[in-house]
């Protein structure tokens, strides 16, 4: 099983139709793909951008596939890869695509991810120093596995 971590910055002014129009296509194509995974939205502060942290599941090429279709939305930008490789399985088999929408809160608990979203975090990012993504989105689904509809 191959994964795919990334992350990026919304665009100003993603609002929650643009997140369920995001999830809505996510969740009818991923399916047909042999793709599932998980995807948090962390609300900027003060009205600023959000950001996205995105986990992808299965066969590479259908990963790449969709890397590439991502990548190419105008509604984020900031798009950088921070994990990837083989796994024994998949986490999120039962989503074609697991949604959260945190909180500067819900992160306390995570040092390492507790800055989603800053620039300080893309920068670390950018510099190859989030190893653990993978681990952390699985540890906080499984903390709290619960979907927030947008």
Avoid at 15 to 25: F, M, N, P
Avoid at 37 to 60: T, W
Avoid at 97 to 122: K, W
């Amino acid at each position: 099983m191959n994964y795919l971590v990334y992350v990026s910055q919304a665009r100003q002014g993603l609002d929650a139709a643009d997140l369920r129009a995001i999830l809505s296509t996510s969740r009818n194509y991923n399916p047909l793909h042999g793709i599932s995974g998980m995807l948090l939205f962390a609300s900027g502060r003060d009205g600023r951008r959000g950001s996205f942290m995105q986990l992808l599941e299965g066969d590479r090429r259908a990963i790449e596939t969709l890397r590439t279709t991502i990548f190419a939305d105008p509604r984020h930008h900031t798009k950088i890869v921070v994990e990837q490789g083989e796994k024994p399985e998949r986490d999120f088999a039962d989503w074609s695509m697991a949604f959260r929408n945190v909180t500067r809160e819900d992160l306390t608990g995570y040092p390492e991810f507790a800055d989603l979203g800053s620039d300080h975090f893309f920068a670390r990012c950018e510099a190859g120093a989030t190893h653990r993504s993978l681990e952390f989105l699985k540890d906080f689904w499984a903390a709290e596995p619960r979907e927030d509809v947008p």
